[in-house]
């Protein structure tokens, strides 16, 4: 990979450098190492890119245009049986996905339907000696025998939970089944299965007195009862001794219902996880649906309100698999299993009502964690069977434990208690064994930033990483040598990706290619496949080889002339001063051209969605549209800026929980920082800045147009959230508590209670078919503008659109919507 420094210079008092690259390397941005938050102070400038079409304008037509015209990245990437690297690719006519292999002369090359099974998969697993590789593919489980010929084993069957027993069967999981299957016999056996049903018996006890009496006088009921005593004792028998019979399930209380259940590699034993039925999620809400083929109204089920959800606790049970017998793993053992967390929570807002609060030391609702943003299961066995780990935490948010089980004693052993005032991070919860030694791995937060760290139960945890940076995306090697990780070691918006020596410690960077980079570990753990993008070119796939011999290769070509044409701006990523933390506020900016030349610009400030989200990088956004549009603005004179405000992702764990129990108010004083660096920096009016942002960008929008009217001259919120108590329990509750507990909060950060606030012209744009952020959260502060009397605000709604938007007819008029208000008010 070639790389040529072509401009140096200082822009606005900070160093800015640009690379430039050969046509088949990565885009880079040239930069040394950082180790410390001080050194982040500066400007990077990516490379815009570059093409000969003439066709160069940008219009909102083209920007919200069916997406597939950038390009259609390559998606899934991932390897086949024969090792070639496959990724998927939408279809240019339709919404479907084909598969691509990439051959021995490294062309793209479709792959037919009859041999998919060959380089697709939604599990896969590998027995422990490497003999057999198996995968499911659709309907089917496949086995790479040792030969190297691929066998069907099952068709038809909706199997999960695929594994490899330490004797080399497979086994897999049945609706509520584990089944093994000896794949040089081909002989399959019922491990286990299990029931939420009363334990079956031969004849039911009396249910009153007249039942009794008549069992009691009545010799044909006696006998009745006799024969089925007598059937239900050799049924008992046979289960017990005959190869013909299968054994009987374990039985559970038909009140409860299943949550997980995974098998031990031995064979010996199983944990099962129950909770009780109707917890946990509940889709008892309904949202209506306008526009259907029958002309009818849908009632769509959704979920409940963080408002409506209760507490769930889950019971964890090891169930020996020979003979059925099941043992309850208590909770009690774990440290602060009764800490009343929320007394302080409980005690300001009982004094708020003028009452007073005694602490609590009830058992805390205890379960599996349960993120949508894990990866991989929370129970873990070793691949020997003879230990299990689970993640556990509990339902108020504030505490995890890595656990391990005590087969012999059947408990629970603490290895790793994680508490947070605030809450523990969903994400960054990786964790599981080494193959060849009871070692746990697993990333944790409790150092300020989330890193990998090694543990023998029962001893002190080691560090294999620590630093001002985040490490995620871990991938253990077979023979326990290497950790593969990404990180944004040299700088938070830079991510690349290293391995560090589980022995020595040693860190190795494989990469140097700055904007984002993802990877997958090739099955010989020789190659490393990269997703690699950067802020004005999508995602492409690279390759490249561990030992780091040779510069990364492009492998794929998919983003399209028409895209390169256009004279995309490129952002700058500037690290502006808080008013409020010694860390700086990461953000791009976007600025035109002769931008400090004339009268003061008119300016943008774009509010990224999901609170803990990262947009501040040096890599392709998720807000790709919104990219494009700023690009739009500059061409017009405006200077764009898009800020990783405090409860972003990829700063570390003071950052995160900046908003804890006061969403809108540190993101509020951060935007007010950045409005301040435009007027300061980028020759910016104070009097002609507007607003816009989407979600939870949308909320923080409409918390600046109410608490800080001074700050924006227009703004506009897009499927906004306006009441947290509305929103999903998932979510808020880590931030907020809940309102039964917590309404102190709930009331500090939601919009609805500040809409007397509103003096500048906001646009509220809802869409109606809206899961996430339910409609109703617009009809509500509609309401509350109206009985206010306030009266610069619109209202646009979208009857077909989720939360994200899909049909590009509603995209456009959207974004319409939002140019024009800063066109008519700024």
């Known amino acids: 990979m070639r790389h040529t420094l072509i401009k140096s210079s200082v822009l606005l008092g900070l160093s800015v450098v640009v690379a430039a690259c050969d046509s088949t390397a990565p885009e880079a941005v040239t930069t040394e190492p950082i180790t410390n938050v001080s050194q ?37 990437p991932g390897f086949g049986l024969d090792g070639s690297v496959v990724y998927s690719r939408k279809q240019e006519d339709t919404q479907l996905y084909d598969v691509f292999r990439i051959n021995e002369q490294g ?37 790479q025998m040792p030969d190297g010929e691929i066998v069907r084993v099952t068709y038809g069957q909706p199997l999960s939970n695929i594994g ?61 009862r006799k024969n089925r005593s007598d059937k239900f004792a050799q049924e008992q028998v046979m289960r017990a001794h005959s190869p013909a019979v299968a054994p009987a399930p374990v039985y559970f209380d038909d009140s409860e219902r299943l949550v997980a259940a995974e ?45 409506d959800a209760k507490p769930v606790t889950q019971t964890t049970w090891l169930v020996d698999v020979a003979t059925g017998a099941k043992h309850e793993l208590s909770y009690v053992g774990l440290p602060g299993y009764n800490e009343d967390v929320l007394a302080d929570v409980k005690r300001e807002n009982a004094a708020a009502r003028g009452e007073e609060y005694t602490d609590n030391r009830l058992p805390r609702a205890i379960g599996l ?96 990483t620590s630093g001002q940076y985040v490490v995620d995306s871990l991938t253990v090697t077979e023979d326990d040598q290497y950790v593969y990780f990404k990180a944004n070691k040299k700088h938070p918006g830079i991510y690349e990706i290293y391995r560090v020596n589980t022995q020595t410690g040693e860190h190795q960077a494989l990469t140097d290619l700055n904007g984002l980079t993802d990877y997958v570990l090739s099955p010989d753990e020789q190659t490393l496949l990269l997703t690699h993008s950067t802020v004005t070119r999508p995602p492409e796939l690279y390759s490249v080889t561990v030992n780091g011999d040779q510069a990364p290769q492009r492998l794929t070509h998919t983003i399209s002339e028409a895209f390169l044409a256009k004279p995309w701006v490129a952002p700058q990523v500037v690290a502006i001063d808080s008013s409020h933390t010694d860390q700086p506020i990461y953000a791009r900016v976007y600025l035109p051209e002769g931008y ?53 992702r990829g700063y570390g764990r003071d950052w995160r929980t900046a908003i804890y129990r006061q969403m809108g108010t540190p993101e509020l004083e951060d935007l007010r920082d950045g409005v301040n660096w435009l007027v ?104 509350r503008l109206i009985e206010l009397e306030k009266t610069d605000f619109e209202t646009a709604i979208y009857p077909v659109e989720p939360h994200g938007f899909v049909q590009p007819s509603s995209w456009l008029d959207e974004y319409r919507r939002i140019y024009g208000l800063f066109e008519e008010n700024l």
């Open 107 to 143: 062309e793209s090359v479709k792959v037919a339907p009859e041999v998919l099974h060959k380089y697709k998969s939604d599990e896969k697993a590998t027995s422990r000696d490497g003999q057999y590789t198996a995968w499911k593919y659709e309907d089917s489980v496949f086995v």
């Open 596 to 648: 400090t030349e004339g009268e003061p610009r008119r300016a943008v400030v774009f509010n990224h969605g999901a609170g803990y989200l990262q947009n501040s990088h040096l890599g392709w956004s998720g807000y790709f549209r919104e990219f494009m549009f700023h690009s739009f603005l500059v061409k017009q004179g405006y200077v764009v800026l898009d800020m990783d405000y405090r409860a972003s």
């Open 263 to 307: 098998l031990s590699p031995s064979g010996k034993h199983a944990i099962i996880v129950t909770t009780k039925k109707g917890s946990s999620r509940d889709d008892s809400d309904i949202m209506p649906h306008y526009i259907q083929e029958d002309g009818r109204i849908a009632a769509i089920s959704v979920r409940q309100r963080v408002a």
């Open 369 to 464: 964690l349960n993120s949508w943003s894990r990866s991989g299961p929370s129970i873990r066995w070793h691949q020997d069977g003879s230990q299990v780990a689970m993640i556990l935490e509990a339902w108020d948010n504030k505490d995890s434990w890595i656990v391990t089980v005590d087969l012999a004693a059947r408990k629970l052993v603490t290895q790793l208690r994680q508490h947070d005032d605030a809450w523990i991070n969903y994400h960054h919860n990786q964790f599981g064994w080494l193959n060849h030694s009871h070692t746990l791995f697993y990333q944790s937060e409790k150092s300020g930033y989330s890193h990998l760290y090694l543990q023998q139960p029962g001893e002190a945890p080691k560090a294999l």
């Open 680 to 783: 300061e920096n980028a020759n910016v009016d104070r009097n002609r800045i507007g607003t816009y942002g989407g979600s939870y960008g949308g909320f923080l929008t409409f918390m600046a147009m109410f608490n800080a009217p001074d700050l924006f001259q227009a703004g506009a919120a897009l499927r906004p959230v306006s009441d947290w108590a509305h929103y999903n329990h998932g979510y808020t509750s880590n931030i907020l508590n809940t309102p039964d507990v917590d309404p102190i909060a709930y009331r500090k950060s939601s919009p609805i209670y500040f809409a007397e606030g509103l003096q500048k012209p906001l646009l509220i744009n809802a869409p109606m078919v809206d899961n996430n952020v339910f409609f109703v959260d617009v009809v509500r502060l509609v309401q």
């Open 164 to 224: 490899f027993l330490t004797d080399n069967r497979l086994f897999a999981r049945l609706y509520n089944t584990y089944i093994a299957i000896d794949l040089t016999s081909g002989q399959q056996e019922k491990l286990l299965s299990w029931e939420f049903a009363d334990v079956p018996s031969a004849n039911k006890p009396p249910k009153d007195f007249v039942a009794a009496e008549q069992q009691s006088l009545i010799q044909y009921i006696q006998v009745q």
């Open 40 to 76: 982040f102070a500066r400007v990077i400038k990516p490379e815009a890119p570059q093409a000969t079409l003439v066709n160069d304008s940008i219009t909102l037509e083209q920007i919200m245009a069916d997406p597939k015209w950038l390009g259609r990245q390559p998606q899934s």
